[in-house]
């Protein structure tokens, strides 16, 4: 059932992609003859004046207006259909795969064995807005994600100032937090955080109450150091046993659960060394089962100039406010991506992570 309705999300997506690119390309031809008839007409002394030339440009004009029309019915056609298996797909939607809003987690528990992906948002296009399409990421994550709390590109981003800005991007790596938590099995993903000015202590506040943090967010450039040097010394020895194949012969106490770690505010309390940490945490870790979970704004890093550029890149880049950011694999349109977010008012995020904190207690960790 896991892999059936991940693969059906993504036909949705890809249906959704290519008959919005047939749409598209039905009008661009449209435009385009169009405009050659109307470019013809006039270069041409006789048409451009009087009844004929007139006859001829709306006759051209009419041609337009029909193949327009037949694109939008078949889009509109297509859109029904998606819409329909959108409304069945979404309420049969298991909990690593839901919107927050969704009542399947109120019977959350957690689970056995992890899923093939999670979800990390809602895709949609200009054409239909109404129409949104989870964006799943197969697990392990192939890359870390990155939270970009500076200034977007969208409209939504232009009307937020930096606190606000900032606020909503720890709110949204949070939940992506608690998502990646919820889709675990309870011994299978540590979460460690590095805070170093303390500033997000209000956002990891149910993080740290529910005890589902391996240690309280390392502060301060000395915090910032030791927890990097941690997880680079078990990155070294993972891979290491990795290319060896010899994962049993591990030093006794290094831990082969996955780890995840959510770093905020860089590059505030980050020394040069930290920073090449940070990079070969976000190069070597996802081999190993080690993934970042950034919230940054590029241009407080500007200082490193280039050294950041292949940082930024290793990373999968998410927006705490909707942005037209992301391209599909087969087309490439640019698909506006809506965060998650908590419906106002709930207790789904303390429910979940007291789910996650008793299954941890039960477990001894």
């Not at 859109?79 to 959350?108: F, G, H, K």
């Not at 606000?164 to 720890?170: G, H, K, T, V």
């Not at 200082?303 to 950041?308: D, E, I």
Request: net charge negative; charged share 25%.
């Amino acid at each position: 059932m896991d892999e059936r309705l991940y693969n059906q999300v993504w036909g949705m997506f890809e249906d959704l992609a290519r008959t919005t690119a047939a749409y598209r390309s039905a009008r661009a031809f449209a435009d385009s003859r169009l405009e050659q008839e109307l470019d013809r007409l006039l270069s041409d002394p006789r048409q451009r004046m009087g009844g004929a030339g007139d006859a001829a440009r709306a006759a051209a004009r009419a041609k337009h207006d029909e193949l327009v029309a037949r694109a939008q019915e078949a889009l509109d056609r297509d859109l029904t259909q998606l819409i329909a298996e959108s409304e069945v797909v979404e309420p049969a939607l298991p909990p690593a795969y839901a919107r927050w809003d969704s009542p399947v987690w109120q019977a959350y528990r957690v689970p056995e064995e992890a899923p093939m992906a999670v979800r990390l948002g809602d895709l949609h296009l200009p054409e239909e807005p109404g129409l949104c399409v989870p964006f799943l990421a197969r697990l392990p994550l192939a890359r870390g994600l990155w939270v970009d709390s500076g200034r977007g590109h969208g409209e939504a981003s232009a009307l937020l100032d930096e606190a606000e800005r900032r606020r909503l991007a720890l709110d949204c790596a949070v939940a992506h937090t608690v998502r990646l938590l919820a889709a675990h099995p309870a011994y299978d993903l540590r979460v460690r955080a590095i805070d170093p000015a303390g500033a997000g202590a209000a956002a990891f506040a149910p993080l740290v109450e529910a005890g589902v943090l391996e240690a309280p967010p390392a502060a301060g450039a000395a915090g910032v150091s030791a927890t990097l040097a941690q997880l680079t010394e078990r990155v070294d020895l993972l891979q290491m046993a990795l290319r060896a194949g010899a994962a049993e012969d591990l030093p006794p106490g290094v831990d082969t659960a996955a780890h995840l770690l959510v770093v905020h505010d860089f590059p505030h309390g980050f020394d040069d060394r930290a920073v090449t940490q940070l990079r070969y945490l976000a190069d070597e870790g996802p081999a190993v089962g080690t993934q970042l979970l950034m919230v940054a704004d590029p241009a407080e890093a500007a200082a490193y100039g280039p050294v950041l550029d292949p940082l930024w890149r290793s990373l999968s880049r998410l927006t705490p406010v909707p942005d037209d950011h992301l391209a599909d694999p087969w087309v490439g349109h640019a698909w506006t991506y809506e965060p998650p977010a908590f419906p106002a008012g709930s207790a789904v995020m303390r429910q979940v992570l007291a789910q996650v904190a008793d299954a941890r207690r039960r477990r001894g960790l």
